[in-house]
């Protein structure tokens, strides 16, 4: 080991910034390697990975998901090239990062799907802030919105992380002169219960149960209603020819009647006609004989 390179590692070791001129902002590829050279805050670490910015870290060993229809909790093991897992339409999954991180006090970290996965429609959300301090592996809760399915395989690149580096404080960077912390501010650091911690703890802390998208219920809950409304016009379409045909049948009905009615009526009339003309008929008869 180099003397420079120890005399960092001695730096880190007591908790101090090896790199203090190193101003607070968003780390460079070449910063990113220094640190990584002297903290080994990413494991393992492969600098064909860099860019400008940003570090590209990978699918590592483990997925979980639930079972859509069974609601059965499902673990998946990747260990080798060639293994992979399948994301189904409109589902979540979550994927262990390869890499290993050991963040100092001073290093944040945030990430973000690689663009490629962005194009598919797959959601990451906006990457949320690692604390500095954090010990572990990433989890990642991947989310696919679309009506297809994607194959993912181990060791392959999923996120792209960036490392921000701190405000100075005297507990990790010694050239932060008259420096008087009030005591009603004090530097909050990373819970230990949050460090070195499995995927399986994370997620029983979240919840208890089992942890689906919505998305296909609600599909299937949309295409009953409509089943059910088809249904119902169905129904009311035949409800509505019957009253169809019996309002038609009532009219012929009154129709009938009316002409019944009125056949009767023109059929007396014509009987009592008849019966007035025989009774005139005999009148004048009558008539006829007596003046005779």
Same mark, same amino acid.
């Given at each position: 080991?180099?003397? %420079? ?36 805050? $990413? ?11 940003? &570090?590209?870290?990978? *699918? ?13 909790? !499902? ?16 589902? *979540? ?19 973000? @799907? ?9 959601? @990451? ?10 010990? %572990?592996?990433?989890? !990642? ?8 399915? &994607?194959?993912?395989?181990?060791? +392959? %690149?999923?996120?792209? =992380? ?43 802390? #979240?919840?208890?149960?089992? $942890? $689906?998208?919505? =998305?296909?219920?609600?599909?299937? #809950? ?6 059910? #409304? ?6 009311? &379409? ?16 009154? $129709? ?15 009987? /009592? !006609? !008849?019966?007035?003309?025989? +009774?005139? /008929? ?11």
């Amino acid at each position: 080991m180099s003397s %420079g390179l120890k005399f960092f590692q001695e730096k880190v070791n007591n908790g101090q910034d090896p790199f203090p001129r190193i101003p607070p902002a968003l780390l460079n590829s070449s910063d990113i390697q220094k640190y990584v050279h002297v903290t080994s805050m $990413i494991a393992p670490f492969d600098s064909q990975h860099l860019k400008g910015a940003s &570090y590209e870290a990978k *699918i590592g060993n483990e997925v979980i998901y639930w079972d859509i229809d069974t609601k059965k909790k !499902i673990k998946i093991s990747l260990e080798s090239k060639g293994d992979y897992f399948t994301l189904p339409p409109n589902s *979540i999954a979550y994927v262990q990062i390869q890499e290993e991180f050991d963040l100092p006090p001073y290093i944040a970290l945030r990430f973000n @799907l690689k663009i490629k996965h962005v194009y598919r429609g797959l959601l @990451l959300g906006t990457g949320p802030l690692i604390d500095p301090g954090y010990k %572990g592996k990433i989890n !990642i809760p991947l989310h696919n919105l679309t009506a297809n399915s &994607y194959q993912f395989e181990f060791n +392959e %690149g999923l996120i792209w =992380i960036e490392f921000t580096k701190l405000s100075p404080h005297p507990k990790w960077d010694q050239s932060v002169e008259n420096y008087n912390e009030p005591s009603e501010f004090p530097l909050k650091e990373i819970a230990s219960d949050k460090t070195k911690k499995s995927m399986e703890y994370f997620l029983s802390r #979240a919840h208890k149960g089992s $942890i $689906i998208s919505s =998305i296909p219920d609600t599909f299937r #809950a949309a295409e009953e209603k409509a089943n059910n #409304a088809e249904s119902t016009l169905k129904r009311l &379409y035949r409800v509505a020819v019957v009253s169809v045909i019996g309002v038609g049948v009532a009219i012929c009905s009154l $129709i009938y009647q009316g002409y019944s009615l009125q056949h009767q009526i023109f059929d007396k009339l014509r009987n /009592e !006609i !008849i019966a007035l003309e025989k +009774e005139v /008929e005999q009148l004048r008869n009558t008539s006829s004989k007596t003046n005779e």
